[in-house]
């Protein structure tokens, strides 16, 4: 089969990316960024889709923000004693507008459906196995065959430009009809540390399907699933347990005055957001492997039953 009949992926997607290779160094030590969990046989990442899908639901909290801070702006702008009746009255009704384009964006993204996908690769059978949040495909992919980037998305908005970097992983489908380029993104996005995450991850990756997961840092836990109420509550919790740390360290009382205003500024368009998301994400699920797939790679979980007390979920 020659390569002139594997259908390719835009050569758009590797623009600005930095190869990285199977076997070589790539100058930053073993990390588990973006690595969701993983056991003797298997590591799972989280995708580049679990950001935007929970980006499309903290948007809608966003919007409002937004609206509310566009509202108090045009009155101070104008005053109280130019405000009429029907000037104040078309405020009211365009005020929804950013919001209902939030909400159909978080629609036509598919996020109401589901949250996002994983990858997981395997180190017994080489094989990385993946489907697309919207599709229903499995694909699975050579390991030793992958070409790896450290990908390069740039990100142009109001508050300036900024980039992220995620892992890129390319592989051929030959399942497909036709063989097909495959492209699944992962890994911790870079936002602030260039493309040193990929590159981390990348160094985990190969020591892991070298050696096993032994002698690796282990990735975070993953917190456990709570009542859609804490669950939307939690930015909060974290947002403020986050000011108590900065107001406790030496000298955090003395620079209170430049620090409450600037954490309530973080409130608004970080923990807010983040529970919206919750408070909309909470019943979506994320795309499911095979059962097959979740025993060969040692992640099938054994259902436990749901205890509700007045509502609310208790964890058995």
């Given amino acids: 089969m020659t390569a002139d009949t594997v259908k390719r992926q835009p050569r758009s997607v590797r623009f600005g990316g930095t190869p990285l290779y199977h076997n070589h160094a790539t100058g930053e030590p073993a990390q588990p960024d973006g690595v969701r969990r993983v056991n003797e046989l298997c590591v799972e990442l989280e995708t580049y889709a679990n950001l935007t899908q929970r980006g499309a639901a903290g948007f809608i909290g966003m919007s409002v923000v937004i609206t509310i801070i566009s509202l108090l702006f045009a009155l101070w702008i104008l005053g109280w004693e130019r405000m009429t009746y029907e000037l104040a009255l078309s405020m009211l009704i365009t005020a929804p507008a950013l919001t209902c384009i939030a909400f159909l964006f978080y629609f036509a993204s598919g996020a ?9 690769i395997h180190r017994g059978t080489r094989k990385l196995y993946f489907i697309y949040p919207n599709g229903k495909r499995l694909h699975v992919l050579d390991w030793d065959k992958l070409e790896a980037v450290a990908g390069f998305i ?10 992220r970097h995620p ?3 390319f592989g051929i489908d030959h399942a497909m009809d036709p063989p097909t380029e495959i492209f699944a993104a992962c890994g911790n996005l870079g936002a602030y540390s260039g493309d040193r ?34 669950e939307t ?3 909060y919790r974290d947002w403020y347990a986050g000011l108590k740390r900065r107001l406790a360290k030496p000298h955090g009382k003395l620079w209170a ?5 600037f954490w309530f500024g973080w409130l608004l ?25 979740d025993q060969l ?8 039953p749901v205890i509700r007390v007045n509502g609310e979920r208790i964890e058995p």
């Avoid at 740039?154 to 980039?163: E, L, Q, R, T, V």
């Avoid at 190969?206 to 050696?211: S, Y």
């Avoid at 005055?257 to 205003?261: A, D, F, N, S, V």
């Fill in 257 to 261: 005055p430049i620090t409450i205003p």
């Fill in 197 to 230: 995450s990929a590159r981390s991850l990348w160094s985990y990756l190969q020591a892991f399907m070298a050696h096993g997961p032994g002698g690796l840092p282990e990735p975070p836990p993953i917190p456990p699933r709570l009542s859609r109420k804490q």
């Fill in 154 to 163: 740039p990100i142009i908005s109001a508050s300036g430009y900024a980039s």
């Fill in 112 to 120: 109401h459906r589901c949250r996002g996908a994983f990858i997981r």
């Fill in 297 to 304: 790679c040692g992640f099938a979980e054994k259902r436990q």
């Fill in 233 to 235: 509550l939690r930015p």
């Fill in 167 to 169: 892992l890129y992983l």
């Fill in 269 to 293: 368009i970080n923990a807010f957001p983040d529970s919206v998301e919750a408070f909309l994400q909470y019943n979506v699920p994320y795309r499911q492997f095979p059962k097959e797939i």
